[in-house]
């Protein structure tokens, strides 16, 4: 287990509201609120009031202190939405109303697509922030949620408000958050953790199989295309990538995350809806506009809408 360092609050008695109760925003919330003034309030649908939520590394288990926003009037200075990507849109306008003018909203979860939804709703000093995680984390309950893999944790600004305060929301969140970068080409991280997502994801669901699976020798063909067909299309947008340290990125990923099941192969294994329609789905739409062919990120596509 990581030795968990000293936390300070991300801003004094700062109240956080996080979106839903998924595995990775339960993990946040544990960090937002260990050793800190934090308060972390979550904005959940309906009548759900799960009073008790925990948190499990290893052998330890912990409480997270947790609160619900059930004022529908109450304002939103800090926001995080954590949810599937499909989920964002429906989620960020259900409380629009509440933020306020400055309010910092950081997006958080696979795929891309979403922020160009966001951004014309947004008013002109409210910040726009994307953050990305390596750490791994599942609920085998709805209120615990397991701790599966330490890793890095990249913040970077959208809009330019963000980008004015960006030192800010950076130092407060890794005063909380272990392993916390900052990024100046939130772009380019963004479409580099599209493409490892690519290679891992619709597979690791397809074929029912752990990510460490997919160093098999069987499944290089499908790999490499996949990821190939993304480039391509990365490229033409201007994307400075290179293939071949993709491609072995994405190898190490399947590596390092060898025991672990992608959060698609879950989301297919229970029937829920993945998000392959901001993954692959992105890939495909983007590339009728500069007449590239995408037929394995379309066949992985219609196997997993």
Excluded at 49 to 54: A, P, V, Y
Excluded at 269 to 277: A, D
Aim: glycine fraction near 4%; charged fraction near 15%; include cysteine.
């Amino acid at each position: 287990m990581q030795k968990e360092k000293n936390r300070t609050s991300l801003i004094p008695s700062s109240k956080i509201h996080i979106v839903g109760k998924g595995a990775i925003g339960l993990l946040l919330s544990h960090y937002l609120t260990k050793n800190t003034s934090n308060s972390v309030s979550l904005c959940l649908r309906g009548n759900q009031k799960e009073t008790t939520f925990n948190y499990q590394n290893n052998t330890l288990i912990e409480q997270i202190a947790l609160t619900h926003s059930e004022k529908n009037n109450e304002s939103i200075h800090f926001l995080i939405i954590p949810t599937k990507s499909y989920d964002v849109l429906t989620a960020f306008l259900s409380i629009k109303d509440r933020l306020t003018n400055n309010a910092v909203i950081i997006l958080c979860h696979n795929g891309m697509g979403t922020i160009e939804q966001i951004k014309p709703h947004l008013i002109e000093n409210q910040s726009l922030f994307f953050l990305t995680t390596t750490m791994g984390a599942y609920k085998p309950k709805p209120n615990h949620v397991i701790h599966t893999g330490f890793g890095t944790s990249t913040l970077g600004p959208i809009n330019q408000p963000a980008i004015n305060n960006r030192k800010m929301i950076f130092k407060a969140l890794s005063n909380c958050i272990p392993q916390m970068v900052l990024s100046r080409n939130i772009k380019q991280l963004l479409w580099r953790k599209l493409m490892i997502n690519i290679a891992i994801n619709p597979l690791s669901a397809i074929y029912n199989v752990k990510n460490g699976a997919l160093n098999q020798p069987r499944f290089a063909l499908e790999v490499f295309q996949l990821l190939h067909e993304a480039y391509l299309v990365a490229q033409n947008e201007g994307i400075d990538i290179s293939f071949s340290k993709t491609l072995n990125l994405a190898y190490a990923v399947m590596s390092t995350t060898a025991k672990n099941y992608s959060s698609m192969n879950r989301d297919h294994n229970l029937g829920k809806l993945t998000e392959i329609s901001a993954i692959s789905g992105y890939i495909v739409e983007l590339a009728k506009q500069y007449n590239i062919e995408t037929p394995y990120n379309k066949y992985v596509l219609l196997k997993l809408l």
